[in-house]
């Protein structure tokens, strides 16, 4: 089929031949698996188009942005936040190494906003030009599919036009929720938590994953009171419990004040603030509120299920090990999927799926030792099993070897901060499972240590490779002592 108008809500029927599309691909999301699809699709010499709403710091359902949740309100911008929210307590630091500084550091929230603001409309705009250079087609406005092989583009001014293509792809992401509290409406979202006017002097933050004590941490390097509530007994649940524990003390160590196995009840606008009340009976008052308490498959507004596309009860794509929906000219990556929500991850299912459609190799994304970092201050890396997920899925016993130190650096500063590393191992076949620090740079360090992970590597390579000192790194190619031996779950007496 040709494009078609769509006036007064009827299609124009047009005779032609059904097998000719407009395009050879059509992407609804711009954000980071999106525009890799696309790219790599028309690398591969197919004809694409590209939906994506008009540009907002602040999305909602009418405005989001080439570039996606990472690049214009998530990884980029919050990770700009922690390095500004990390100079602070640096700068403390400075004293005991010889730096002279005044007893007052004045902190401009307004001047990191207006850099933050620059470098994702600068990021935005180089995303732009990567699907310009590819030879993808962009259309501004909200794209929804009407049927197996159309999706229709509602553009900025209201009008609808609708294209037809061989495929569809979904990669929408996903939004932030709230939780159905009296007042809610009072709270922000890690949205607008990224644009605020204002640097709150007093925040609350409601829930215990990574977004939560991310924010929790950049507010109080800044110099704000914190109040952090989650339901469990530590932060970050699905984390290496050791690792979770650690994360706790360190944010403590840096004036957090944690709430666990709380939340909030009500919140209530007053004079002085907005007051919170607790399943406690607890009663704080805040200038700002943070709801990190989950986010959801952005499907809403897609009309997936009209055209007869499953969703889970979450409201996420269902998909085979292809990417493929149920209906098979439609297709889905990222976070509408609800698989594993995390940018890197968007970014290789949308190469798999380009290989598999227009490649010519099918191509199934591995999601065996995904590595993954919290930007808490300081930040928590982790790297395939932790050791409770190895005990539940071994049928052997586990090693686990852990260091805890304070860095060099913190010797000199006076800084009461140790950094933990931990590696967990099989102990019939030496294969390490999983790998974990929580410390300063332990993203830089863990990538590399992916790699290892990923190639197989065993407990006696790590031990033959020499280290780098005087480095933290190192001590991943040092720990010789076991510290403890556990039996996997699955162990069999025969």
Known sequence: MGRKMLIDGELDKL?????????DLIVIGAGSGGVRASRFSAQNGAKV???ELPFHPISSEVIGGVGGTCVIRGCVPKKILVYGASYGPELEDARNFGWELNERIDFNWKKLLQKKTEEIVRLSGIYKRLLSN???KLFEGEGRVIGPNEVELIQLDGTKISYSAKHILIATGGRAQRPAIPGQELAITSDEALSLEELPKRAIVLGGGYIAVEFASIWRGMGATVDLFFR?????RGFDDEMRAAVARNLEGRGINLHPR????ELVQTEDGIKVRTDHGEEIVADVVLFATGRAPNTKRLNLEAVGVELDK??????????RTNIPSIWAIG?????????PVALMEGTSFAKTVFGGQPTKSDYEHIPCAVFCIPPLSVVGLSEEQAIEKTNGDILVFTSAFNPMK??????????IMKLVVDAETDKVLGASMCGPDAPEIMQGIAIALKCGATKAQFDSTVGIHPSAAEEFVTMRSVTRRVAGKLKTNL
């Open 134 to 136: 590819a030879g993808v």
């Open 232 to 236: 469990k007994e530590l932060p970050l």
């Open 49 to 51: 188009g590209i939906c």
């Open 314 to 323: 979450t409201g996420a794509v269902k998909v085979d090990e292809y990417s």
């Open 410 to 419: 913190n010797t000199i500063s006076g800084r009461q901060e140790k950094t």
């Open 335 to 343: 976070d509408v999927t609800n698989r594993v929500n995390l940018t």
């Open 262 to 265: 709380t939340t909030l009840t």
């Open 15 to 23: 005779n032609e031949d059904e097998n000719h599309y407009d395009f």
